[in-house]
């Protein structure tokens, strides 16, 4: 297959190019400006807040948005309106369900404010036949918001979790499992049907600090870091979601698709893993 990449030179995308390529299918990359894609000769100029540079044409056979949302709603309803031309396989996020303990894949949606319109954005992939794949919180690579716990760690001198009054738990997936995920919907996805990218359901940000905290090199004790706090540096919308807790399976996933991941744990990553000399 031909495969188009949207994100290709993501943190997601460029691992999706990576898989695509290792399972024999042809890649082609859309980026903005002069913007190399290892291992793909066929990169095309294109901006998603400009959906006319977008354009699928008849050589593709599938299409992945790995890219982040413009945070213009309309903007992005109509770049998805040109790109289910195609079959079409969205990396959308667990954030679209909120704070939830137990999700699956029927579960609906209660969006946080940062990805407020991301369900019309699912509902639009859907309804078009294409799929949707929500992952959790991405590690590996050392990347990420683990990364961003590491270097808080660092400055600190000590573990830190964003927190509302209460010890969040998160729903995580290694970059390498999630990218043989997209590859196998790409090949197999059904059409309109919803995908989760998780491999750990639950995981407590105490424990997740504390991990950081290790891999830093620094007093692996842990302070709970006030969301009204963090929001002044990183923002409300992100902060909120760094509080959020969740718990989110993928059963249902991994039955339809055969996807058995393998990589590390988000505590064996962080203290022996990828984020080792990342700082």
Known sequence: MKVLVLGATGYIGGAVVEKLREHGHDVAAVVRGEKVVPGVTDVRQGDLSDPATIEVTSDIDAVVH?????????????????????????????????????????????????????????????????????????????????????????????????????????????????????????????????????????????????????????????????VEEAAELLGRPFADALALSQRVGSERTRAALGWNPSRPGILADLVEGSYLGSL
């Open 66 to 226: 790995a890219a982040q949302l413009t945070g213009d709603e309309a903007v992005d309803l109509e770049a998805i309106g040109k790109l289910t031309v195609k079959p079409l396989v969205y990396v959308s996020g667990v954030w679209v369900l909120g704070p939830v303990d137990g999700g699956h894949e029927e579960s609906p949606t209660d969006p946080i404010a940062l990805v407020g319109y991301r369900p019309k954005v699912e509902r639009l992939v859907v309804d078009a036949g294409g799929t949707v794949v929500r992952p959790g919180v991405v590690h590996g690579r050392g990347s990420g918001i683990a990364a961003l716990l590491r270097s808080q760690a660092a400055e600190r001198g000590q573990g830190v979790y964003v927190s509302d009054g209460t010890v969040p738990t998160w729903s995580f997936v290694h970059i390498d499992d999630l990218a043989e995920l997209i590859v196998a919907v790409v090949e197999k996805g059904e059409k309109g049907a919803v995908y989760h990218g998780i491999t750990e359901e639950g995981v407590p940000l105490n424990e997740v600090a504390k991990a950081a905290a290790r891999s830093a090199g620094v007093d692996p004790s842990v302070n709970a870091w006030p």
